[in-house]
């Protein structure tokens, strides 16, 4: 199977690859996590703390692979180099799935923050569907153009994004009460569980952790930038995620937190004045833009990866004039206007609540193939991993395995188990690659003979 070169093009320096990480972790669901929350006071924070270690610790596995193996597709093209096609095919097509329904949820948390200042959008469904698709079609474009253009949009509303974050997160220091965090923990769980209860909210806001490690042959000096994106990335983003909830913990009273459908803007309101729950509302549709913008520029990184290992349809491996793959990009959009306009009506926040998990699940998967491919590896190909750092290494792996059991186990049953069926749903589209491979090797078999 022929590979299909990318052609020369403009890549993502160290800025742009570290806001690719921060912006698409920092997307839609932190504005409205501290709601979430609240309903288990600071037990929570233990929580952010065990989430964000856990996120270091497979932020330290992408770093080291996408060190040894700069090669677009990220978890994809680790688990194929470490344990063959089949699971690289797996991984592939797990993480697509996640990818484009994900794009879908955003693009439905942007039109719903965008209703703060246009309320027409709230009471007509038709309206909102097709501002969300505006959005996706215009970043779709954007993408298709070049990558260095998502990237100089993503590094915009990056910074946009976090501005009220951290203004947030200094100013909390001045409104702290020690009765603000009390009780501890005022659900009706044990501390361990609710503890665990919270920890299962947090995670969702760390997928992303691998963003830097999928564009990587459109990342510009990518043995140097990607460890070094990844891993600033993910301490920023834990950073801003725990001070901010503090912040709105220490402004705004817990009974009031639980039922709050803007906790960012209700702590800002309180800190600074009305203006504020304005600006942090404009901050939301940034984040959310902005994180659309990022996975959409990843939606194509993948089916190209696969493509050009002859693990997906050829047609994914073609390439524009500007470099970019411009049909994975085009058909997962589609994919993602298909769901938005077959959901699009009155229960779409369940319906999207448990796509995202469905979603989340599809990407823990990958992120247990890559820990273990890692320890693979590790115990393969010594030219890439040797000398003193191997026992830590392999204990990262190790631990960042046990972690994303963990949290599969934690998204329960019925998300697992569609989950599971989800991703089975490939296995004809495997098998039908492998006999069109064979039968197209049997057929220069026969004209050479």
Do not use: C
């Amino acid at each position: 199977m022929s590979v299909t070169p990318l052609a020369p093009r403009r890549k993502l320096g160290p800025w742009m690859a570290t806001a690719l990480v921060v912006g698409n972790m920092i997307g839609s669901g932190v504005f409205l996590l501290p709601a979430s929350l609240a309903a288990f006071g600071s037990a929570s924070l233990v929580a952010w703390a065990l989430t964000a270690t856990g996120a270091l610790l497979l932020a330290l596995v992408f770093a080291r692979l996408g060190r040894a193996y700069p090669k677009t597709g990220g978890p994809y093209a680790y688990a194929r180099r470490a344990f063959g096609d089949f699971v690289g095919f797996q991984t592939a097509w797990g993480y697509w799935i996640a990818v484009w329904v994900g794009n879908a949820a955003i693009a439905v948390a942007f039109v719903s923050y965008l209703g703060y200042f246009w309320p027409a959008l709230g009471d007509t469904a038709l309206l909102a569907a097709g501002v969300a698709l505006a959005a996706i079609w215009l970043l779709t474009a954007v993408n298709v153009r070049g990558i260095r253009q998502g990237g100089w949009i993503q590094a915009v509303t990056t910074v946009a994004k976090l501005l009220p974050l951290v203004a947030l997160a200094v100013a909390a220091p001045f409104f702290i009460d020690a009765g603000d965090f009390t009780p501890f923990n005022p659900s009706d769980q044990s501390t361990f569980g609710a503890v665990t209860a919270a920890a299962s909210l947090t995670l969702w806001a760390f997928i992303g952790i691998e963003s830097a490690t999928v564009p990587a042959e459109d990342v510009d000096n990518p043995e140097r930038t990607i460890p070094r994106a990844t891993i600033i990335g993910t301490i920023v983003t834990a950073a801003v995620y725990i001070l901010g909830t503090v912040a709105v913990f220490a402004a705004v009273p817990r009974q009031v937190l639980v039922d709050s459908t803007a906790p960012f803007a209700d702590a800002a309101a309180v800190m600074f004045g009305d203006w504020a729950g304005t600006a942090v509302a404009i901050g939301a549709i940034v984040s959310a833009f902005g994180a659309l913008n990022g996975w959409i520029l990843l939606q194509g990184q993948v089916p190209l990866a696969a493509a050009r290992d002859g693990l997906f349809p050829q047609v994914f491996a073609k390439v524009s004039r500007w470099g970019t793959p411009a049909v994975g990009l085009v058909v997962s959009s589609v994919l993602v206007t298909a769901l938005m306009l077959l959901n699009y009506n009155a229960g779409l926040v369940e319906q999207f609540n448990f796509v995202i998990l469905l979603a989340t699940l599809t990407t823990l998967i990958p992120y247990a193939y890559a820990a273990m491919a890692q320890l693979m590896l590790m115990l393969t190909d010594r030219e890439h991993f040797s000398g003193r750092r191997l026992a830590l290494d392999g204990t990262i792996a190790v631990l960042a395995f046990a972690y994303t059991l963990w949290t599969i186990a934690g998204s329960g049953y019925e998300v697992v188990y569609k989950g599971t069926l989800l991703l089975l749903a490939g296995l004809p589209v495997y098998v039908w690659l492998k006999h069109r491979d064979r039968h197209d090797a049997a057929g220069i078999i026969g004209k050479a003979a």
